[in-house]
């Protein structure tokens, strides 16, 4: 322990922290959803279904919120096409491209993937306690501003 710091809760190791929680959650939900019969399905076909799941319908605007490209959006929506999850249709207002919709077998699995994720946040409740996990959700939802950017040595002498 340094400055009161253990090596699990330094800050400096948050992204491994992150991705952890993030494997767990998903590795969770991969579980439930192939318990219930359902096909495996891949990680970016997940992140695509949660972002569906919150309301973001357009790909441009998922591979946005994923920091992903486009072209890997589109690759994982024709693959979920073809598993008979979603299709691409028409934006209702004909002026803003296609967006993503469930079909009656990926309503199915939403509802299912919904419920392992009650499931899930139910055993994070009682693991770590509803006040802790609600105030850690609270703090990571907060906005963390833009991506650092940062020069390197051969750019910063050349802006020089």
């Known amino acids: ?37 359902w096909p495996v399905i891949t990680r970016p076909q997940s992140m695509i279904m949660a972002s569906i799941e919150m309301g973001v319908r357009q790909p441009a605007a998922i591979a946005r919120q994923l920091g992903i490209s486009r072209q890997a959006i589109h690759t994982t929506l024709k693959s979920m096409i073809e598993l008979g999850v979603v299709e691409l249709v028409p934006h209702r207002d004909g002026k803003r491209g296609k967006v993503i919709v469930l079909t009656p077998d990926g309503e199915r699995m939403r509802k299912d993937a919904r419920a392992a994720m009650r499931l899930m946040t139910d055993v994070l409740k009682n693991r770590l306690g509803a006040a802790d996990l609600n105030r850690a959700a609270e703090i990571m939802s907060r906005d963390w501003g833009p991506p650092l950017s940062f020069e390197t040595e051969a750019e910063a002498a050349t802006s020089e």
Do not use: C
């Open 1 to 37: 322990m340094k400055n009161g710091v253990s090596e699990q809760t330094d800050p400096s190791h948050l992204i491994v922290t992150l991705l952890q929680g993030f494997y767990w959650f998903d590795e969770g939900l991969q579980s439930y959803v192939r318990a219930r019969g």
